[in-house]
């Protein structure tokens, strides 16, 4: 799976074609709030949608009825594709359509002769379809061509997460190719965020709640920034920057992975604390505090399901002495900080007294390991992208993803030369420090 930004897909041309989503009946209102995330997302829709899009190959021509059997089933199956939001007198309203209650409306056939109008005219049907308060808010398209096509689903980020993308992927192609998609059915997210929402307090006086409120608290009540010059002040934003780099090769991910087992680490604890020394030797400060998305996939039925199924944990990397140092102590740091993601954050912000938020963004560094998703092994075989809008952005974050390709990092900040600046040199560090580490341990076992 090769994680992107829409400016950096470049699909081949081909005749495009679209599915919107349309009821055959009104939806029924539903008293089950927003989660959290949903919550955040819908409140800062000022400028545009923020989209996710899985987009995938298969092989000749588009096979209609089997794409069209394929996404009737998908939507069937997953209640967060029947549940959107609506404005109200008072604010807002989610409302659910019934398991049948959505149909598919093809639209025009359109022949593009280059790949930026194929990725433009994706990019207008994403964005026109994926409004937050559309119910439902989603598209799908597919680029028809002779040898190889290529299907694109495309969500309002409140619906889906990175690893649903994942399960769109598998069930669609799965039924695609006519196979039945007779896993277990998948929990409700719609369930989740009544959960969610009803679930018993956790004490104030609760360890993790503390250690939220000190991480809190140690930056002035705010979520931590990059420690490094994006050239941004607080209250601007620029169009957001978007690059993807490969960070480690398949072979130099397995031995900078036995280094920091060595050290009692995993990977990921690795990674954040090459980050955090390139951030001290760029003049930021020897500790890197940042914000690190888990999942909540927390039972099998979650497992399988569409959702947004992420929380965030705090964790300061400390820079000890040297690297392998670092990674002795970031390792059990992270394990500590995982714990804290259980605690629900509208009740990290009731304990805090508010957030403070100086940005619009939030630094964090997210990490998924995509051979271990759904359908992972067909991923590279499909040629499959997680592809997402392009908006704003006025501070720094970071997506680590592992596949059987090695390690790739997409890199989000502010499109204006400082930052530019500050990035380049910020992963040419980083991936100083990843050689260093893997150099120093020459006879090393790589298992």
């Given at each position: ?376 092994e067909e991923m590279r075989a499909v040629d499959a992208h ?62």
């Amino acid at each position: 799976m090769r994680v992107i930004g829409i400016d950096d897909w470049s699909p081949r041309p081909g005749t495009v074609m679209q599915w919107t989503v349309h009821a055959a009946e009104p939806p029924r209102t539903s008293d089950v709030p927003p989660s959290f995330n949903q919550s955040a997302h819908l409140a800062d829709t000022e400028d545009g949608s923020t989209w996710l899009a899985a987009a995938f190959d298969v092989i000749g021509p588009v096979d209609v009825t089997a794409l069209e059997r394929a996404l009737a089933a998908l939507i069937s199956r997953h209640e967060s594709l029947r549940t959107g939001f609506v404005r109200t007198r008072d604010g807002m309203s989610r409302v659910v359509h019934g398991r049948d209650a959505l149909g598919l409306l093809r639209g025009t056939d359109v022949a593009v002769t280059t790949s930026t109008r194929a990725r433009e005219v994706l990019r207008s049907a994403s964005r026109e379809a994926c409004e937050p308060f559309s119910a439902p808010a989603f598209t799908f398209a597919a680029i028809d061509r002779s040898d190889t096509s290529t299907v694109v689903a495309a969500f309002d980020h409140a619906h889906v997460d990175a690893y649903s993308l994942a399960v769109v992927i598998d069930e669609i192609r799965r039924v695609y190719l006519g196979d039945t998609v007779d896993d277990p059915e998948p929990g409700s997210f719609v369930d989740y965020c009544l959960l969610e929402s009803t679930s018993a307090a956790v004490r104030l006086d609760d360890p993790r709640v503390v250690s939220w409120v000190e991480f809190l608290r140690a930056r002035g009540g705010a979520p931590p920034q990059f420690p490094l010059d994006l050239g941004v002040p607080p209250g601007r934003t620029d169009r957001c920057a978007i690059r993807v780099d490969t960070l480690m090769s398949t072979d130099e991910a397995a031995s900078f992975e036995a280094c920091c087992r060595e050290e009692g680490a995993s990977l990921y604890a690795g990674v954040l604390s090459a980050m955090a020394h390139a951030v001290r030797d760029l003049g930021g400060g020897s500790t890197l505090p940042l914000l690190f998305p888990l999942h909540t996939r927390t039972i099998d039925a979650w497992r399988s399901a569409v959702g947004w199924f992420v929380t965030n944990a705090p964790l300061d990397v400390v820079v000890e002495n040297d690297m392998l140092a670092t990674i002795r102590r970031t390792g059990p740091d992270l394990r500590r900080a995982v714990d804290l993601g259980a605690v629900p954050i509208p009740r990290v912000v009731e304990a805090a007294g508010g957030l403070n938020r100086p940005r619009k963004n939030v630094f964090m560094v997210s990490y998924v390991d995509y051979r271990r998703l759904p359908g992972h092994e067909e991923m590279r075989a499909v040629d499959a992208h997680h592809i997402s809008n392009v908006t704003v952005a006025d501070d720094a974050q970071f997506w680590i993803s592992r596949t059987v390709e090695g390690i790739a990092l997409r890199s989000r900040f502010p499109d204006n030369p400082t930052a530019r600046r500050t990035v380049e040199s910020f992963l040419r560090v980083v991936r100083e420090h990843i050689a260093a580490c893997t150099a120093s341990l020459p006879a090393l076992a790589v298992t």
